[in-house]
């Protein structure tokens, strides 16, 4: 984000938390310095406002989740932060709907430092920009890349969803979902992935 549209749009924020002080506002003021301000002021920022929020407030897990992304990417990753710096770039192209400058952005990133633990992340968002193009092959490459990382098994859902739905393949897209219950059993999904394995499987016989 250029310093004077960033600016701009700061000011206006402002104007509007004075006459509505609501966290929705503090959150996109929150949002535009996570764009355009450097990561050590925006984790400075995210951790001041925890202190005045509501756990049960709708904007609360937006920010842990931003406030995870920070820590875990860029406070523990002193040696990746130009990586890092691409991927803000990438978040912002997204912002304006830029998709394709949005992907160069992160593949970009990808070939910098491969060893960088946002990698992985970078390879999802990747993977999900190429499904919104309706570029399957390629999302499902992105996809199948993450085995190993962190994100495996946002990656085998997203193939599993790929094979389902776009290639009209039941079959790999059950295999795929399989792998969930049987490699993360523990996993978030693992529950809503094993309701819709018994609803494919019914539909199969």
């Known amino acids: 984000m250029a310093k004077g549209q960033s600016d701009q749009a700061l000011q206006f924020l402002d104007r509007e938390m004075k006459r509505y002080s609501i966290p929705a506002i503090e959150q996109k003021k929150i949002l535009v ?30 920010l842990m989740e931003l406030k995870n992304i920070l820590t875990q ?16 770039k990438a978040e912002w192209y997204l912002r304006q709907r830029k998709i ?17 633990t946002i990698v992985p992340l970078a390879n999802l968002r990747q993977g999900l920009l190429h499904y919104q193009l309706k ?43 399989m792998r969930i219950l049987d490699e993360f059993p523990t996993s978030i999904f693992s529950e809503p992935i ?3 394995i018994r609803s494919l499987q019914n539909t199969e016989s």
């Open 194 to 196: 094993r309701y819709h």
């Open 100 to 116: 394709g400058d949005a992907i160069r952005e992160l593949d970009f990133l990808v070939q910098l430092d491969s060893s960088s």
């Open 73 to 88: 990417y860029y406070e523990n990753e002193p040696n990746s932060k130009e990586a890092f710096s691409h991927f803000i």
């Open 33 to 62: 310095h996570f764009l355009s301000d450097d990561p050590d002021s925006t984790l400075k920022k995210v951790q001041s406002t925890f202190l005045t929020m509501n756990p049960i407030d709708p904007s609360f897990n937006d």
């Open 135 to 177: 570029d399957f092959d390629k999302a499902l490459s992105l996809a199948l890349s993450l085995d190993g990382s962190p994100l495996a098994d946002r990656g085998i859902i997203l193939a599993g969803q790929i094979y389902e739905s776009k290639l009209l393949d039941p079959e790999k897209a059950l295999e795929q979902y």
